[in-house]
């Protein structure tokens, strides 16, 4: 079992940055695929980005795609989220997954 705790979210202006963090504790970091979802107020979770367990297949949301990278530090246990030019409809509640889900972190983009 993988114990996962979201951090990094906040309230930015539109164009802004973020960088979410997903540390993870419990089990082997390194198996796992990692994925980021967010779930906006009144809609449904939805897929953001993946990694694969080295880090060098990533996969995201067309409505991400040049303005988000995903990255792993699998000796620190922790799976990143850069997020740039951000849109207020990024709004919502990111979550990290492997299985098992986090808590979530906000984000908030102000027009």
């Known amino acids: 079992q993988v114990q996962l705790v979201e951090s990094g979210g906040g309230l930015v202006q539109a164009g802004g940055s973020l960088r979410l963090s997903c540390a993870a504790s419990g089990d082997t970091f390194s198996r796992y695929v990692m994925d980021w979802f967010r779930q906006a107020p009144g809609k449904d979770r939805e897929f953001v980005a993946a990694?694969?367990?080295?880090?060098?297949?990533?996969d995201f949301a067309d409505s991400v795609k040049g303005r988000f990278t995903i990255s792993r530090d699998n000796a620190k246990n922790t799976m990143y989220l850069q997020m740039n030019s951000l849109k207020p409809e990024d709004t919502a509640v990111y979550y990290c997954?492997?299985?098992?889900w986090g808590q979530g972190t906000q984000v908030t983009v102000s027009s």
């Open positions: 997954y492997a299985g098992y």
């Open positions: 990694i694969d367990w080295s880090g060098d297949n990533t």
